[in-house]
């Protein structure tokens, strides 16, 4: 058996014994170490980390998981690593994240639906009655079943981790979706809500540089509950700033708790960008890609985080390619409306 260690971010190191070969992802799983993952399958660079010390070889790694460049710096997948020689992986994220015990199942109670703009709506769920703490890290998301059916749909916490475990959770609104029928007209105080949670590994990570956080539509969700933690905190000691992209100006929301934002953390703005604003619009208009200025943020050698649908996701990626930021350090957390 090799002996590996596993560093992270928080300064915590775990230790797992791994067979001759075998994947790196399949050692820590046997073992109780829930490395992030996605897709096992070398394409999604959730599970990348670094190799300190050791030998080791890489199966399959799509050339968008990890560029030529980051593989000469020993940059890994652990979903496609081999583990063939006593070994010290590092790792950007927290320990927390793998030490974790599965999403819990919970039952919560609607206190409320809150309209924010023309096309969402805040979900306000009452945990407190559930056993035990309900840990999870801003940027994070959790299941929801639809009460009285069998879908479930995923969100964003839209605030930072609360004793009280009174929950937030912005919702698109869709024409006929399942969970925006019953927030339109189906919803009564008291109702029972089941989720699952924590999920996901979209979170801050240590905080060294500027950071640069970009959202499309209800992706503001996840930067919600990362603003408020860093505000709760006093501030970070680096700018931060925010594009968040919308299709009408009527699909705005929570523009009160921004600014309150601005004012309590430090170093922190934000910039509403609509695309089809209409002539009274006095703010920035059309996609966020055209308020970036790229030489800037290779300058800076920013952080940046982006949540949004698929083709905003795409296309930032794509633009942050041309215009040769793909070095900087992404994250990013891409989501579809699955049936609202």
């Known amino acids: ?58 199966d399959y790694v799509d050339p968008e998981a990890l560029s030529a460049e980051e593989l000469a710096e020993r940059r890994i997948l652990s979903c496609q690593t081999r583990v063939l020689s006593n070994a010290a992986f590092s790792f950007d994220f927290d320990s927390s994240l793998c030490r974790s015990a599965p999403a819990a199942r919970l039952s919560a109670v609607v206190s409320r ?37 069998e879908q479930w749909r995923a969100y964003s916490f839209a605030h930072a981790p609360a004793a009280d475990k009174q929950l937030r959770f912005l919702v698109r609104l869709l024409p006929d979706g399942a969970m925006s029928n019953y927030l339109r007209s189906g919803w009564r105080a008291g109702d029972r809500i089941e989720l699952e949670a924590p999920l996901g590994s979209f979170y ?55 600014r309150g934002l601005a004012e309590r953390l430090p170093g922190f703005a934000w910039h509403p960008v609509v695309m089809a604003a209409e002539d009274g619009w006095s703010g920035k208009r059309g996609l966020i890609p055209e308020h970036l200025d790229a030489d800037a943020l290779r300058a800076q050698a920013a952080d940046i985080y982006l949540c949004g649908p698929p083709p905003m996701v795409d296309a930032m990626r794509d633009w942050l390619r041309r215009h040769g930021c793909e070095h900087l350090n992404l994250y990013l957390e891409k989501f579809a409306d699955s049936g609202g």
């Open 1 to 58: 058996m090799h002996q590996v260690a596993l560093n992270f971010i928080d300064g915590h190191t775990l230790f797992l014994e791994a067979k001759p070969g075998e994947l790196l992802l399949d050692a820590a799983l046997r073992q109780g170490i829930k490395i992030p993952m996605d897709c096992r399958e070398g394409v999604c660079a959730t599970c990348r980390g670094r190799c300190d010390r050791g030998d080791y070889s890489q």
């Open 113 to 149: 639906v809150e309209p924010v703009s023309d096309s969402c709506a805040v979900l306000c769920l009452d945990a407190s009655a559930a056993e035990g703490a309900l840990s999870f890290l801003p940027g994070q998301y959790a299941r929801l079943r639809v009460p009285g059916g």
């Open 204 to 258: 801050l990570r240590h905080i060294d540089k500027p950071v640069l956080m970009l959202a499309g539509g209800t992706g503001l969700s996840a930067f919600l509950g990362m603003l408020e933690q860093l505000a709760e905190q006093g501030g970070c000691g680096q700018p931060v700033t925010l594009y968040y992209g919308v299709n009408r100006e009527g699909d705005l929301c929570e523009q009160p708790r921004l």
